[in-house]
């Protein structure tokens, strides 16, 4: 099979939604009907202990929440799939913004009851500014929702971007007999559930004027159909795949991952139209999939996937060229070359060494700790580096420090790894010895996760206290002299700290005190990331 061939099999997109929306059980049925599982475990079932393949964490486990962003991987109709399954959560979301920048397209979910939700929105956002085709699943339709037009006019109204719904629910508020599928002018009727999702759904295809169509879903619910198909031929938007490809127009399936209701179809029509993978912008121009010069670039690093050897991974995105076993590679970061042995591809936890991989396709690498979010892999004969990650400031500050003085190895190790994650940013406190550090994170759950993962991972109790400033700013005067906290007026109103590359940091309670502080060091500049 040539490189364009392989290029063009390949979809690697992430699943986006506000908490609970049910986005890590559509990922789990459509590992079920990709073959890569045999039963599907669903977030809910915490009885018999099975769990959704992608919530690999004992924490995700137990809370019933993604904390992490997992790969998965499988093959289907001919196409490979790559799948990001991101955390829904906003204390989490800045690994799902990270994510976002690894994938072709997305695939929104939306609860049927609730519609477009405060998470969704911000997420959405970040692939409209990304121009990410964006793919709509509404989801849970076993349970009593809005409306189904009321829900294509709230994406419309609320995200400002057009809905094409590819089917249409037949029956009303839960009791959903079936799908109209639009492209292909015909009507698939399920079967009861009886497996309660752990299996493929039965489904029976009808031409839309089969008599038995009306005997299996009465007259009534044949009619509204009818009634809402004229409405939607009459005034909704045209299929358009351009308008699809530039994010302008969102393909829109209706169903419900927990019984298996349209998932099969939604699957197989994704496959046919989210776009393979796409070029890269870089400090050399565009570099396309079949470029001739090898590039990739690390969006996630994860420590600890496999806690009896305690190692590391750094997951890149292949962008062009081949990927083969052994190569040897440029670091940017560095400005050395490297060599990528073991290569890895994943479901979930579970991986396999592999040989090869083509643009598109997600590989773990193992990492000693040279390799930090947003680096560059190319050859060494085409040296040149990706667009920059986005930084976001912390916005939550604890102190953190252990419990038993005797396990500060294994504290430190444990702080710096998860440091090296980008789920927590590491500050030093000045002048305060070294038995306790500073965390700042997105959200205050993310405090949560690192006491448990602290505990389990590394055996280390810790104390948190919880500290009271809400805004941190990158510390340089204009004439490039050092700063400490007796140069700078006003540092008493905060806490000064260094971060991880020893430049200073100012975290305050609020924006009141950092404009005092602005304004009695004239020769100050603050800025809200690393400079």
């Not at 477009?116 to 997420?123: F, G, I, M, W, Y």
């Not at 799908?179 to 295809?205: M, P, W």
């Not at 590679?329 to 591809?345: C, F, M, Y």
């Not at 400031?393 to 294994?410: G, I, L, N, S, Y």
Request: negative net charge.
């Amino acid at each position: 099979m040539t490189l364009n061939e392989e290029i063009s099999k390949r979809r690697t997109f992430a699943i986006i939604s506000h908490p609970d929306a049910g986005k890590t059980t559509l990922t789990e049925k459509l590992l079920l009907y990709g073959g890569a599982i045999h039963l599907a475990g669903s977030i809910k079932s915490r009885k018999a202990q099975r769990h959704a393949v992608s919530d690999w964490m004992e924490i995700e486990k137990q809370r019933g929440i993604s904390v992490t962003s997992s790969v998965l991987q499988f093959d289907y109709a001919g196409c490979r799939i790559n799948i990001l399954d991101t955390p829904g959560h906003q204390d989490f979301s800045e690994d799902t913004y990270r994510t976002l920048m690894a994938v072709d397209s997305a695939v929104m979910v939306l609860d049927a009851a609730k519609g477009v939700e405060a998470q969704t929105k911000k997420l959405f956002k970040v692939c409209r500014e990304r121009r990410i085709p964006i793919f709509t699943f509404i989801n849970k339709l076993d349970r009593y929702g809005k409306i189904p037009l009321d829900l294509l006019d709230e994406v419309e109204k609320v995200l400002g971007i057009r809905a094409y719904p590819m089917n249409f629910p037949i029956g009303t508020d839960g009791k959903y007999l079936g799908v109209y599928d639009r492209q292909k002018n015909q009507i698939e009727l399920f079967a009861e559930d009886t497996s309660h999702g752990q299996t493929e759904r039965i489904s029976e295809i009808f031409a839309p004027d089969d008599a038995e169509v009306i005997k299996r879903i009465g007259q009534a619910n044949f009619d509204a159909l009818q009634d809402d198909l004229m409405l939607l031929d009459e005034a909704g938007e045209k299929f358009d795949i351009d308008k699809i490809n530039a994010g302008d127009l969102t393909p829109t399936f209706f169903g419900s991952a927990m019984t298996n209701f349209g998932v099969k179809n939604f699957l197989e029509e994704y496959l046919r139209l989210a776009p393979p993978p796409a070029p890269r912008l870089s400090d050399d121009g565009i570099i396309e999939p079949a470029d001739e010069k090898f590039s990739a670039f690390v969006f996630k690093i994860q420590a600890n996937m496999n806690p009896a050897h305690r190692d590391r991974l750094a997951f890149i995105r292949i962008c062009s060229v081949k990927f083969q076993r052994n190569m040897e590679v440029w670091h940017a970061a560095t400005n050395k070359i490297v060599k990528l042995s073991q290569p890895q591809q994943f479901l979930a936890q579970e991986r396999q060494i592999i040989e090869e991989a083509f643009p598109g396709d997600i590989v773990g690498l193992f990492d000693t700790g040279i390799f930090g979010i947003g680096d560059t892999l190319t050859d060494a004969a085409h040296k040149f580096k990706f667009e920059a990650f986005p930084i976001f400031p912390p916005e939550k500050f604890a102190r953190v420090q252990a419990k038993d003085t005797m396990k500060r190895k294994q504290f430190s190790k444990g702080i710096e790894q998860l440091t090296q994650e980008g789920a927590i940013q590491l500050f030093y406190p000045v002048g305060a010895g070294t038995d306790s550090y500073i965390v700042g994170t997105v959200g205050t759950l993310q405090f949560e996760v690192l006491q448990y993962r602290l505990k389990s991972e590394y055996n280390v109790d810790v104390i948190l206290t919880m500290l009271p400033f809400e805004v941190a700013r990158w510390l340089r005067l204009e004439d490039d002299k050092k700063i400490t906290p007796a140069t700078l007026r006003g540092a008493d109103r905060g806490m000064f700290v260094l971060d991880r590359k020893e430049n200073p940091v100012l975290l305050v309670e609020n924006e009141w005190s950092l404009g005092w502080i602005s304004d009695n060091n004239p020769n100050l500049i603050m800025n809200a990331v690393p400079f």
